[in-house]
């Protein structure tokens, strides 16, 4: 799914997060360490190789909704921005937080002039966020910055589970024909 909205391209597509060649930018659901774990940390760091968890140690501790900007090593990715989403029932208020993730993450690609960054589904995994509010949360907060975007052009959320693609689409879609009824 691909919509342009201000000149921004924001795609939903299938995939995995270090396979995006294409992508100038991506985003990992870091844990508060920056250090290599499961999901999407473990295969950023894997991908990456041992000098982006020698980074990380510069710069972590991290808070909930904080973001990061490091190299991307060996990713084709020049970059990797790592944001800690909110573990869902713990870190209040959870949406607040999550919305901070994407919008932190994405002055971070404004301020370094990176015009294409994916995202993963954030906080979806072990941190037990529910994938449909987890998805509204990063739509909307994600719509909101666009029109204040000068060098971003293209934000792609890359979902590993034919689950979370189906409701990213569904969720993306409804946001979308709610804005046009505006």
């Known amino acids: 799914m691909k919509r ?4 921004v391209s924001l795609e939903v597509v299938s ?3 270090i396979a995006q060649p294409d992508l100038t930018a991506i985003v990992n659901a870091a844990n508060a360490q920056l250090q290599p774990g499961g999901g999407v940390a473990g295969a950023i760091h894997q991908a990456a190789g041992p000098d982006l968890a020698i980074e990380c140690e510069k710069l972590a501790p991290i808070a909930p909704g904080a973001a990061v900007l490091t190299s991307g090593h060996r990713l084709p990715n020049r970059y990797v921005i790592h944001c800690l989403g ?3 029932g713990v870190h209040e208020p959870a949406a607040e ?3 901070n993730c994407y919008t ?5 690609a404004e301020h370094k002039e990176i015009d294409s960054i994916g995202f993963p589904a954030i906080s979806t995994g072990i941190f037990g966020y529910p994938p449909e509010d987890a998805a509204e949360v990063a739509f909307k907060a994600v719509m909101a ?7 971003v052009k293209c934000i792609r959320f890359v ?7 189906k409701v ?9 024909s709610e804005a046009r009824r505006r």
């Open 145 to 151: 910055a666009i029109p204040t975007l000068r060098h």
């Open 15 to 17: 995939g995995n997060i």
């Open 168 to 176: 990213n689409e569904a969720v993306l879609s409804l946001l979308l």
């Open 86 to 88: 909110p573990v869902y």
């Open 4 to 7: 342009v909205i201000n000149g």
């Open 104 to 108: 932190n993450a994405l002055n971070i």
């Open 159 to 165: 979902l590993y589970s034919a689950r979370d693609l």
């Open 97 to 99: 937080i999550l919305r």
